[in-house]
Nanobody, 122 residues
């Protein structure tokens, strides 16, 4: 069974950067599309970026395009989320998730990590 563990969250000032990691174990990462989601208390969980299983293409919503980048290292079974120019509204608990399909979507994920908190504040 695939397991996912996120890390790299923390407190950062507006305009700063963070890199989150999502380490997969229990199954080959190359078989799964990976998405990143975030959740703020009292709001619905939001999927905002994903990467395909079969290649390094993917999709990002407009609110993070140009600021967030998703990448992966198959050898390390790790997917990264590089976040730049962070804004207070990016504050959330960030989760990675996996789905067994080649082309990623922002819904329909089967496996989830437990999340890592990102707080953007001066």
């Amino acid at each position: 069974q695939l397991q996912l563990v996120e890390s790299g969250g923390g407190l950062v000032e507006p305009g700063g950067s963070l890199r989150l990691s999502c380490v997969a174990s229990g199954a080959p990462l190359k078989n799964y599309a990976i998405g990143w989601f975030r959740k703020v208390s009292g709001k619905e969980r939001e999927g905002f970026i994903c990467i395909n299983a079969g290649d390094d293409d993917g999709y990002a919503v407009d609110s993070v395009k140009g600021r967030f980048t998703i990448s992966r290292d198959i050898g390390k079974s790790t997917v990264y989320l590089e976040m730049n120019n962070l804004k207070p509204e990016d504050t959330a608990n960030y989760y990675c998730a996996a789905q067994r399909r080649n082309t990623c979507l922002l819904w329909g994920y089967e496996y989830w990590g437990r999340g890592t908190q990102v707080t953007v504040s001066a």
